[in-house]
């Protein structure tokens, strides 16, 4: 008998797509512009709710910025910081976003390093993610000692626009191979507002309401895709028949661990489907991935990514 097919999170789960960005700052720290002035120009251009993550350190004074008041009935905010203490394999202090922060999450201790911090925010409740790896030169050694986090920051706009350092995939996809099953792959813009660094990248969080913790919790059970701008409609299996409807894009393909693929490409597609088997079918391969992501690719090259799926757990 063959198989229904199914949707997989986040398109199985009740609610509708929130669009979000989880990493941006004002002058609070390094940004250009106040609070307001951020927060209302995410507002303007549509999005459902979004985070400022100025930097928390004693040259700024330790902000969390409290967005409470922009909080309403079409629109909400999460309260956030980006986290930094020493120190990765580079030799620089980690940066971290941390989603869902107190607002008087307590200051870096002394001798606390990134990972400790991090740890720190994850027992006061916050989402952890991993900020800009190309950008930081994050190495797998440095996403070993952050394998707690929840997710990967797998494109930060800001870095992308500035010096092409915008990616995130090498680190998440090698870090999945080692078996984190729980990391999940973040999309933001890491925007300052000095150059055309926003609105470049988001996360779409399926949740039945806009409120803080009902995203918050979307957001650490996995249940969203990332975008620069393509929209996901639906991803199901059944077998090894993997099916993906979207808006019109010039490409879609599953990638895994390995270097075997699976592509359609074309004109204005808006579904197709694909074999797993062909992830399994090659040569020169000693071992196959027992996960796969799925990438959607528009004609003006902006792309969009599903979480990881665990080819075990789909039955
Ligand atoms: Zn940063
Ligand atoms: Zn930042």
């Known amino acids: 008998m063959v198989p229904a097919m199914s949707s997989i999170s986040p398109f199985s789960r009740p609610g509708r797509f929130w669009r979000g960005n989880l990493h941006t700052h004002s002058n609070l720290s390094d940004g250009a512009l106040s609070l307001d002035e951020v927060v209302n120009r995410y507002k303007a251009v549509g999005y459902d709710f979004m985070m400022l993550s100025d930097h928390f350190t004693h040259h700024f004074n330790y902000p969390i910025a409290d967005t409470r008041h922009h909080r309403g009935n079409s629109f909400t905010t999460l309260l956030g910081a980006e986290l930094h203490a020493p120190v990765t394999s580079a030799g620089e202090w980690w940066h971290i976003v941390a989603a869902g922060l107190p607002l008087d999450f307590a200051p870096v201790k002394k001798g606390e390093t990134g990972p400790q911090i991090a740890r720190r925010a994850v027992e006061a409740g916050a989402f952890v993610g991993i900020a800009h790896p190309a950008w930081s030169q994050l190495t797998i050694e440095d996403g070993r000692d952050l394998s707690f986090a929840h997710a990967v920051e797998i494109y930060n706009h800001g870095c992308a626009v500035e010096c092409d350092r915008g990616e995130g995939f090498y680190l998440l996809d090698q870090m999945l191979n080692e078996g984190n099953r729980h990391l999940t792959a973040f999309a933001t813009d890491d925007a300052h507002f000095k150059v055309p660094d926003h ?32 929209q996901f409609h639906d991803i199901t299996v059944s077998g090894k028949e993997v099916e993906v409807t979207c808006s019109p894009v010039d490409t879609i393909a599953l990638v895994c661990g390995i270097s075997r693929t699976a592509v359609k490409t074309g004109r204005a597609i808006t579904g197709t489907s694909l074999s ?8 020169l391969m000693e071992k196959t991935s027992p996960w796969f992501r799925v990438v959607i690719i528009d004609n003006a090259g902006k792309r969009a990514w599903s979480n990881p799926i665990w080819i075990d757990e789909l039955r």
């Open 199 to 230: 609105f470049g990248g988001w996360v779409q969080v399926k949740a039945e309401s806009l409120d803080p913790d009902v995203l918050l919790q979307a957001l650490k059970d996995g249940h969203y895709y990332s975008s620069q701008g393509p």
């Open 276 to 283: 797993l088997a062909k992830l399994e079918d090659g040569w």
